[in-house]
């Protein structure tokens, strides 16, 4: 019983206090996961809603769109920012909030690479 009080109280004796050096290599690990996630999913879907903000945001008469319910319709005219006139079949038309606008068809409206 005496050996192994002993041995714990060498083995205790002998770590030191942790140090700023210690730290940093545990939060090392942590930091690059940040990084690797950062790169590997935030910066491309912030990068995809604002190409689909600016493709909505330049939409005009003519347009091809779809809903966010799913509806295909042609722009018959943009009232103002926020809402646009849409016909979703010949003679039937109906207002829609742009922020509703899930997608832009027409090729020539989405925005140049930068």
Not at 96 to 111: D, E, F, G, R, W
Request: without cysteine.
């Amino acid at each position: 019983m005496t050996s192994l009080l002993f041995l714990t109280a060498a083995t205790s004796a002998g770590t030191a206090a942790p140090g700023p050096t210690s730290f940093l290599l545990g939060l090392a690990p942590w930091l690059l996961v940040f990084v690797i996630f950062y790169v590997l999913m935030i910066r491309p879907q912030q990068k995809r809603v604002k190409d689909h903000q600016t493709a909505v945001s330049a939409i005009k008469k003519g347009d091809e769109i779809v809903t966010a319910g799913g509806i295909r319709a042609r722009v018959s005219r943009v009232i103002d920012d926020n809402e646009a006139e849409v016909e979703i079949a010949p003679g039937i038309k109906v207002r829609v909030v742009k922020s509703t606008i899930a997608q832009v068809l027409t090729p020539n409206a989405k925005p140049a690479n930068d």
